[in-house]
Nanobody
Framework: QVQLVESGGGLVQAGGSLRLSCVASGRPFTWAAMGWFRQVPGKEREIVAA????????VVADAMKDRFTISRDNAKNTVYLQMNNLNPGDTAVYYCAARYLPDRDTLPSKYDYWGQGTQVTVSS
């Protein structure tokens, strides 16, 4: 059974930074492409960033491309989301997701395993 545990969310002022972490267990981490998604009440879950299992293919949503960075540390079974210059529009629950295929994807339906989510709140 795959488990994904996110951490690092919280309350931050506009312009601040946070780093989210997601630790995976249950299957070899190096087999998994990973993604970060976010969701606000009443809206669909949307892609933030995704990374292939090799780490050489990355996608970041256009609205966050200049501010957010995804990375992975296979030795620690962890994927990170570095978020800089946060604004109130980034307030959401952020989810980590895994798919045991080589390539990353931007669609939530393409991921098989999900974490419980971590709340990020950005105050103005």
């Amino acid at each position: 059974q795959v488990q994904l545990v996110e951490s690092g969310g919280g309350l931050v002022q506009a312009g601040g930074s946070l780093r989210l972490s997601c630790v995976a267990s249950g299957r070899p981490f190096t087999w998994a492409a990973m993604g970060w998604f976010r969701q606000v009440p009443g809206k669909e879950r949307e892609i933030v960033a995704a990374i292939s299992r090799s780490g050489d293919s990355i996608v970041v949503a256009d609205a966050m491309k200049d501010r957010f960075t995804i990375s992975r540390d296979n030795a620690k079974n962890t994927v990170y989301l570095q978020m800089n210059n946060l604004n109130p529009g980034d307030t959401a629950v952020y989810y980590c997701a895994a798919r045991y295929l080589p390539d990353r994807d931007t669609l939530p339906s393409k991921y098989d395993y999900w974490g419980q989510g971590t709340q990020v709140t950005v105050s103005s």
